[in-house]
């Protein structure tokens, strides 16, 4: 078993406080392996490559990597599609290589959260090739959704749903003797089968999967579409169109049925077993941030992502009532606020801020990218600001922007291959980040890239940026030092409000003794503004006295 942080607080006291709920203000930072760093040059990330970078994660002052899955799988969907949840894809390196990582991760005072992805497997898990083996009367089709078609001749999907991937969330299976047979579920991809949550064998499952990982040490998990493992009894129709997209929030018939959360409850019973303060962390949509909250009640899980808060526009009212309705929802369960802008599944928010607002969460077009850029460095010292915990993706400390002119023959996204899906855009996003100047993949790797990087990529590198004064990459290191030494920033679960001109989000947060204001201007134009202190940092150069300049956030020190 790998050794926890709390094992070594004489390395670790400044950089994950040995504390009850240290995930309450925790800066996690997300991996998505493919992207990070090769290791061997075949292109594609992998496990001994996070593990060489860990150091530098550790500078940048994050308090845990969560990584996205790296399990055995045909790829169909970057990994979602799991055909073995106890081993490592030989893409990605070895068993060996994830237990070294997590040691080399803890020995630095970093914590490993892991994806789990439970509504749904690989068409490739043993499970599910045995049930299609076995024909119509296996019971290994139980633990699926597996159910005759309507029509004459079953030739019609069971219901009505969609896929989130576009399409019916169903495909017909085909006998020995290749006559058509039953359909299965997929939410997703048809290379996803959805689990029978009602089946005991499939608790019984992932209560063995959830042990396995902790047992390796791992302190936490990330639960894929932590909304959808239960389906309603009879599996009805939605009456009407039930598509759903990523991150999509609206009601839906297939998602976020009351019988999740005895799911969750028995996970946190066993993982509250274990030493170490291991957590959950909810990838829910919902179609309120109160129905989030449900999953983050006292006996279930700990944290929940906030998109409500990700797919709000560079606004000052707008976002003032989504901080306010997400810290009473939370507020109300005793669990912390969470605060993300970008992840694997979206356009990086430097791009969506260059674009005008109400175009959703997957762009295809590059916007005004100065503009963009300076509202991202202001949107994040606003988000860090804020109580609770504050999520990274990677390559947004470097102020990456999406790639958003990759050419169709280079694109990945399963959904971008299937008609009337989501925009299937996410490979913009999952373009490996550079950490060199030059060098076929820009120190990524000894090699190319998986998918093609721009031009201008080394200028944005982790050396270049390094010690260059104004970078972004420096404005990150400095933001996440300030927040760990101050205790007003990050801790606690409220803000007090301040009068501010239109279009200026102003704050201010006290603890121990110590208060800071904070203040972003989401306008295009400088505003009148007293400095209430001696400023902390900046997203953009230091006001000039009376004058808070356009799209900027500022920290202050104030008595």
């Keep these: 078993m790998s050794p926890h942080p709390d094992d070594h607080p004489s390395q670790t006291v400044t950089r994950t406080a040995v504390r009850p709920g240290w995930w309450t203000e925790a800066v996690i930072y997300q991996v998505y392996p493919r992207s990070f760093a090769d290791s061997d040059g075949d292109g594609m990330g992998d496990l001994p490559g996070i593990r060489s970078r860990l150091p530098y994660l550790r500078d940048l002052g994050v308090d845990a990597v969560w990584l996205s899955p790296f399990y055995a799988s045909p790829q169909a969907d970057a990994g979602y599609d799991v055909a073995d949840y106890r081993a490592v894809d030989p893409v990605f390196g070895t068993l060996a290589d994830a237990e070294a990582l997590i040691a080399d991760a803890h020995a630095l005072g970093l914590r490993i959260i892991v994806d789990l992805v439970p509504n749904h497997s690989s068409h490739h898990h043993d499970w599910f090739r045995r049930a299609l083996a076995d024909g119509p009367d296996s019971p290994l089709r139980r633990r699926y959704h597996f159910r005759p078609g309507r029509g004459a001749h079953g030739e019609l999907p069971p219901n009505d749903w969609e896929s989130v991937f576009g399409g019916p969330a169903w495909t017909r299976t085909t006998g020995p003797d290749g006559t ?118 006292p006996d279930e899980l700990h944290q929940a992502f906030n998109f409500s808060y990700l797919t709000t526009p560079w606004d000052a009212s707008a976002l003032r009532a989504v901080v306010d309705r997400s810290l009473d929802a939370m507020r109300a369960v005793g669990a912390p606020t969470t605060w993300v802008l970008s992840n694997h599944d979206v356009t990086r ?63 990945q996204d399963p959904s971008f291959f299937r008609a009337s899906g989501q925009d299937g855009f996410r490979d913009g996003c999952r373009v490996p980040i550079p950490w060199t100047e030059e060098g076929p993949s820009y120190g990524f790797g000894p090699a190319g890239s998986w998918l093609p990087q721009p031009a201008d990529w080394g200028g944005l590198s982790v050396r270049a940026q390094t010690g260059a004064a104004g970078s972004t990459l420096e404005l990150y290191r400095s933001a996440l030092a300030t927040r760990r030494a101050h205790p007003a920033l990050g801790a606690g679960d409220r803000v007090d409000w301040l009068d501010a001109p239109p279009g200026v989000l102003a704050f201010r947060r006290e603890a121990e003794g110590r208060a800071v204001v904070c203040a972003a201007n989401t306008t295009g134009a400088p505003v009148s503004w007293t400095a209430p202190g001696t400023p902390l940092l900046s997203s953009g150069p230091l006001p000039v006295a009376g004058e808070l300049p356009p799209d900027t956030t500022v920290w202050w020190s104030t008595p």
């Design 349 to 411: 928010h430097a791009t969506r801020y260059a674009n005008p607002p109400g175009l959703g969460t997957q762009l295809r077009t590059a916007g005004d990218r100065r503009l963009g850029l300076r509202r991202a460095r202001a949107a994040t010292l606003l988000m860090l600001a804020l109580p609770g915990s504050a999520y990274l993706y990677q390559g947004e400390e470097l102020g990456l922007p999406d790639v958003v002119d990759l050419p169709d023959e280079a694109r």
């Design 180 to 297: 058509p047979g039953d359909w299965y579920l997929h939410l997703f991809a048809p290379e996803q089968p959805d689990f029978n949550w009602d089946h005991p064998a499939v608790a019984d499952e992932f209560r063995s999967v959830l042990r396995f990982w902790l047992d390796l040490g791992v302190d936490g998990f990330r639960i894929d579409v932590a909304h959808g493992l239960v389906k309603p009894p009879g599996l009805p129709d939605a009456g009407g169109p039930a598509h759903a997209r990523l991150l999509d929030g609206g009601a839906k018939p297939f998602f976020d049925q009351d019988g999740v959360h005895a799911v969750y409850r028995s996970w946190r019973a066993l993982l509250d077993e274990y030493r170490g303060e291991r957590i959950f962390v909810a990838e829910a949509w919902t179609p309120t941030v109160e129905r989030a909250a449900r999953y983050v009640r």
